[in-house]
């Protein structure tokens, strides 16, 4: 989940500017309800391109950094080896930069040929007629092996559609895990991390008693994705009705209201009311409370990995989700954060065979294990994990590895797909403010997630008035 100039850093600050995000989408789909002004055209009428005169594509991307790096790498890999097209990286800013530079471009008929949109975004873009062309068709269109079975679990049940179809590339996509300090863990006779809540939180008294006051912190601008969404489908609880919205627009509702979710948020106000949980807002990083040795475990995402390794002075290891005692499906699956590539419609007939060409190149084994071993990223195809798995690399990086076990533990369930719902940045605004409510004692858990829950049900009517048909 992360793009910014540090190599991890984009998860954390990701919620600056979701408001514009959650418009420029409603725009972006209200100005392209019609048909795309050039259509996808036949395979067999599109003759390949001029290799003396090479088709530019445009890829407009919020990596920068370390990760500009890397994904630089792959596209200059990628025109050393295809005289006939020439793919131009454009680094746009925020994911909600992106969005909006491809919203405003689009309207103004001068869109890149694939944009990468983030994935609270997908319900919106999915439900936007004329604004993309289906990866799939496009595959299909070229005949380039291309299956949803291609790609791991996680990666493939988030972004399909009801009908178990792409309609654009899982690329960059991670997981949360949990990172621990060994060190405090052993001083304070701890001898593995937790492996559900309650242990945890027997496990924050111990530590409380050693003098290691915090136990634990979560990623800061997403504690609603790891503790929300990611809790639902780990523990293999319902978040929405409806598939958690894969199945239907109108009349979804939230279910966060209910006890699983009211149970785990009370205990991490207890736990906060202690000192042995920090969480101070989605705009403040909470990456330094974990590696400056404040807090002694960390819900985050698994592309901090590097940072960590990078800021941490301590022996740490990384484990698996907490499950919620009780859960009797759980462990189940987590799905991935991060974003996709979508091709745009209404662009000249020549460049879309180009474009499929360099989505099937980026899906390849060589090109998932680079990006993997070289960003923290899980490699979103079967292909690329085997390879890496043949490399030794999980072998010599077993962190690395958590976050694929997650995502693949359990085959998906209707309900542990994804969340698949429209205005979903402005949902976990309602949520995010829920959350600090309880941990600041100011509601309880039960208070505050019955008020997210009716926000939440009042937006998702707002999305399905306007996008239900």
Same mark, same amino acid.
């Given at each position: 989940?992360?793009?910014?100039?540090?190599?991890?850093?984009?998860?954390?600050?990701?919620?600056?500017?979701?408001?514009?995000?959650?418009?420029?989408?409603?725009?972006?789909?209200?100005?392209?309800?019609?048909?795309?002004?050039?259509?996808?055209?036949?395979?067999?009428?599109?003759?390949?391109?001029?290799?003396?005169?090479?088709?530019?594509? &445009?890829?407009?991307?919020?990596?920068?950094?370390?990760?500009?790096?890397?994904?630089?790498?792959?596209?200059?890999?990628?025109?050393?080896?295809?005289?006939?097209?020439?793919?131009?990286?454009?680094?746009?800013?925020?994911?909600? /930069?992106?969005?909006?530079?491809?919203?405003?471009?689009?309207?103004?008929? @001068? @869109?890149?040929?694939?944009?990468?949109?983030?994935?609270?975004?997908?319900?919106?873009?999915?439900?936007?007629?004329?604004?993309?062309?289906?990866?799939?068709?496009?595959?299909? /269109?070229?005949?380039?092996?291309?299956?949803?079975?291609?790609?791991?679990?996680?990666?493939?049940?988030?972004?399909?559609?009801?009908?178990?179809?792409?309609?654009?590339?899982?690329?960059?996509?991670?997981?949360?895990?949990?990172?621990?300090?060994?060190?405090?863990?052993?001083?304070?006779?701890?001898? &593995?991390?937790?492996?559900?809540?309650?242990?945890?939180?027997?496990?924050?008294?111990?530590?409380?008693?050693?003098?290691?006051?915090?136990?634990?912190?979560?990623?800061?601008?997403?504690?609603?994705?790891?503790?929300?969404?990611?809790?639902?489908?780990?523990?293999?609880?319902?978040?929405? &009705?409806?598939?958690?919205?894969?199945?239907?627009?109108?009349? $979804?509702?939230?279910?966060?209201?209910?006890?699983?979710?009211?149970?785990?948020?009370?205990?991490?106000?207890?736990? @906060? @009311?202690?000192?042995?949980?920090?969480?101070?807002?989605?705009?403040?990083? &909470?990456?330094?409370?974990?590696?400056?040795?404040?807090?002694?475990?960390?819900?985050?995402?698994?592309?901090?990995?590097?940072?960590? /390794?990078?800021?941490?002075?301590?022996?740490?290891?990384?484990?698996?989700?907490?499950?919620?005692?009780?859960?009797?499906?759980?462990?189940?699956?987590?799905?991935?954060?991060?974003?996709?590539?979508?091709?745009?419609?209404?662009?000249?007939?020549?460049?879309?065979?180009?474009?499929?060409?360099?989505?099937?190149?980026?899906?390849?084994?060589?090109?998932?294990?680079?990006?993997?071993?070289?960003?923290?990223?899980?490699?979103?195809?079967?292909?690329?994990?085997?390879?890496?798995?043949?490399?030794?690399?999980?072998?010599?990086?077993?962190?690395?590895?958590?976050?694929?076990?997650?995502?693949?533990?359990?085959?998906?369930?209707?309900?542990?797909?994804?969340?698949?719902?429209?205005?979903?940045?402005?949902?976990?605004?309602?949520?995010?403010?829920?959350?600090?409510? $309880?941990?600041?004692?100011?509601?309880?858990?039960?208070?505050?997630?019955?008020?997210?829950?009716?926000?939440?049900?009042?937006?998702?009517?707002?999305?399905?008035?306007?996008?239900?048909?």
């Amino acid at each position: 989940m992360s793009t910014t100039s540090t190599k991890w850093r984009e998860p954390r600050h990701r919620f600056l500017g979701l408001i514009a995000v959650v418009t420029a989408i409603g725009v972006l789909a209200s100005a392209c309800s019609g048909t795309p002004k050039t259509t996808r055209p036949s395979a067999s009428t599109v003759p390949a391109p001029s290799t003396s005169h090479p088709v530019n594509l &445009t890829v407009w991307t919020a990596f920068s950094g370390a990760l500009g790096a890397a994904f630089d790498t792959l596209v200059s890999r990628f025109n050393a080896a295809n005289t006939g097209y020439h793919v131009i990286a454009d680094y746009k800013g925020s994911y909600s /930069q992106v969005l909006s530079d491809t919203m405003a471009a689009f309207r103004a008929h @001068a @869109a890149p040929n694939i944009s990468q949109i983030f994935d609270a975004g997908t319900a919106t873009i999915m439900d936007a007629p004329g604004t993309y062309v289906p990866v799939h068709k496009l595959m299909a /269109q070229y005949k380039l092996p291309f299956a949803t079975s291609d790609f791991i679990g996680g990666a493939a049940s988030y972004y399909e559609t009801s009908a178990d179809q792409l309609d654009s590339l899982p690329f960059n996509s991670s997981t949360p895990v949990l990172y621990y300090n060994k060190t405090e863990l052993s001083n304070a006779g701890i001898s &593995t991390p937790p492996t559900t809540w309650n242990q945890l939180r027997a496990d924050a008294a111990t530590l409380g008693a050693h003098g290691q006051k915090c136990a634990l912190t979560s990623s800061g601008a997403y504690v609603m994705w790891t503790d929300l969404e990611q809790f639902a489908v780990w523990n293999g609880f319902p978040y929405a &009705t409806d598939d958690n919205g894969y199945t239907a627009v109108k009349g $979804v509702k939230l279910e966060i209201d209910t006890a699983p979710f009211i149970s785990h948020l009370a205990l991490l106000g207890e736990l @906060a @009311a202690k000192g042995g949980y920090i969480w101070n807002g989605v705009s403040t990083s &909470t990456v330094p409370l974990f590696t400056n040795g404040t807090c002694a475990m960390y819900e985050q995402s698994s592309a901090d990995l590097s940072t960590i /390794q990078a800021a941490a002075k301590f022996p740490f290891g990384v484990s698996e989700l907490p499950i919620q005692n009780g859960a009797p499906d759980a462990p189940q699956n987590t799905v991935v954060g991060g974003a996709s590539l979508w091709v745009l419609s209404g662009a000249p007939a020549v460049t879309y065979r180009g474009d499929a060409e360099f989505l099937h190149f980026l899906m390849s084994a060589q090109s998932q294990a680079y990006w993997a071993s070289h960003t923290g990223y899980v490699p979103v195809t079967t292909a690329g994990s085997a390879l890496l798995e043949s490399q030794n690399f999980y072998a010599t990086h077993p962190n690395d590895l958590v976050a694929v076990k997650e995502l693949n533990n359990k085959a998906p369930t209707p309900f542990t797909r994804g969340i698949r719902l429209g205005y979903l940045p402005e949902i976990r605004q309602v949520e995010a403010s829920a959350i600090a409510a $309880v941990l600041s004692g100011k509601q309880t858990a039960a208070q505050a997630l019955a008020a997210a829950q009716s926000q939440g049900d009042s937006i998702l009517a707002q999305f399905a008035a306007q996008y239900g048909g």
